[in-house]
């Protein structure tokens, strides 16, 4: 069977309308997963945002509900003061009223108090030294990165925060 000069050229090109088909396939699937990728990325970090404005909002509305209580409530802010020698039905007072608190704020599963001035930390649980208590470095830390922040270099605190520590973020207390 013959085939006519028209036929001939046209599979002629055929192998080269494949390549260049295939060519454009795998270009057009690689660029849409690119931007997948990317529109991923995007994605999980307008999620990581709200989330983290979430907690941030929350933890100032827990903190926003302590600071009110502490002045309204005398046993509370008696915790708080220099010369206050509070009962242990004080500290249950007070471990019920942050039971509360945890009960109405979704994120606080245990809300703590710290006296800076005695060293103590009263929880749901009961009332405590901060050395006992799991997670205290991550808590002494914070509160060194937070104090050095405000502190001239000549200034240190005595006792929580070790000489040099706490004012860049990488060094363990």
Known sequence: M??????????????????????????????LNNSAKNQMA???????????????????????????????????SAFFGRDAVNSIADYFTISRKLDDFSSILPFANSIYLYDEQSGKVLSRSGLTLLDRI???????QGLCRRLHSRLDESERLQGICPRGRGREGNNPV
């Open 2 to 31: 013959k085939m006519s000069w028209y036929y001939r050229i046209l599979l002629s090109y055929a192998p080269i309308f494949f390549v260049v088909i295939s060519i454009l396939i795998f270009s057009f699937s690689t660029v």
């Open 134 to 140: 799991r997670g205290c470095r991550i808590f002494t």
């Open 42 to 76: 995007l994605t999980n970090q307008a999620i990581a945002i709200k989330v983290m404005q979430a907690v941030d909002s929350n933890l100032k509305a827990s903190e926003r509900m302590v600071l009110k209580e502490m002045y309204t409530n005398e046993k509370l």
